[in-house]
């Protein structure tokens, strides 16, 4: 108990103590970050939909505005956000292909973390490694987790014959959606470059974080604290994966501060960037979406109603 006492104490002398200054350097770095990834984003969009004009205006605020709304509502809500503040300008636009779009930024920022965590595992990190080792040889070890697979992709394959035409049809909306691969200077200009330009700024952020809360920091300890936040990200046990990120970071970085240090970052990152996000998410919502918009997008909770059989009169 008087260790959990102390523990606690120590976290709010690491909060009371960050440098103000330092803490906004790296808030001013988390906005200019996702300035970046609605760049890369908005590229996709205005290939998928040729002849359109689309504004950056619109997209930034759905894509700003859907990460604040993520921060504190399930994140479907705020995916239909997006979706529905980008389709009401593109006249005639696809759902299917503005979530493709969704799909395709999302798997590359996926890409980036992936190898985020490969490098910390390559150069000699402890992130996940038990946790990537161990379920690869869980696979090896039991061969019948591969042939369930197995049975399951076929059975779903069977099962999508009847209906392979409407599978064409929402098949050639995604396609449309992924369109700007298939341009690889447009791909690489347009989306890789902002997603570089948007990475850096995350790590840069980061490492001001660390030094903020007076963390031993080094360019490696941003990767690290990357690394582990991706690993915590794929563990949703909360909302925001709160306490979750703080194990991982306090597990990464164990030995390089105090418990209490180690806590007071994590808690103080997230809790800034998160109030961040949800208050600039709000003012981008305020500019570009409408009263519909949050509605169908807060339907998207409300569980459907089975009909109910119509009775034929005697």
Not at 21 to 44: D, F, N, S, T, Y
Not at 68 to 97: D, K, Y
Request: glycine residues 10%; proline residues 3%.
């Amino acid at each position: 108990m008087h260790a959990v006492h102390a523990i606690a104490v120590g976290t709010w002398s690491s909060l009371a103590g960050v440098s103000v200054e330092l803490l906004a350097v790296a808030l001013a770095l988390h906005l200019a970050k996702l300035v970046a990834e609605a760049r890369a984003w908005h590229a996709i969009v205005r290939h998928a939909h040729v002849g359109s004009d689309v504004s950056f205006r619109t997209t930034l605020g759905a894509f700003v505005g859907a990460i604040g709304a993520n921060a504190i509502l399930p994140a479907r809500v705020g995916e239909a956000l997006r979706v529905g503040v980008v389709r009401r300008e593109l006249a005639g636009s696809s759902v299917i292909t503005i979530v493709a779009t969704i799909v395709l930024e999302t798997a590359i920022e996926a890409v980036f973390g992936v190898a985020a965590v490969v490098a910390v595992l390559v150069g000699g990190g402890s992130i996940a490694a038990g946790g990537v080792t161990g379920a690869l040889a869980a696979i090896e070890a039991h061969p019948v987790v591969l042939a369930a697979l197995g049975l399951l992709l076929g059975a779903a394959a069977s099962a999508a014959i009847p209906f392979r035409r409407h599978i064409r049809s929402v098949a050639s909306r995604m396609a449309d959606g992924f369109s700007i691969v298939r341009s690889p200077r447009a791909f690489a200009t347009g989306v890789m470059s902002w997603k570089l330009v948007a990475w850096c700024l995350r790590l840069a952020c980061v490492y001001a974080f660390l030094v903020a809360f007076h963390v031993p920091a080094a360019p490696w300890t941003a990767v690290v604290v990357v690394a582990a936040q991706n690993v915590a990200a794929s563990l949703p046990l909360l909302p925001g994966n709160a306490g979750t990120q703080q194990a991982a970071i306090g597990l990464a970085l164990a030995g390089s501060a105090g418990t209490a240090t180690l806590l007071g970052f994590g808690v103080g990152m997230q809790a800034s960037t998160g109030a961040a996000d949800v208050a600039i998410g709000l003012v981008a919502l305020a500019l570009v979406a409408t009263r519909g918009d949050l509605r169908d997008a807060l339907a998207t909770l409300r569980p459907r109603r089975r009909a109910r059989p119509v009775q034929v009169g005697a």
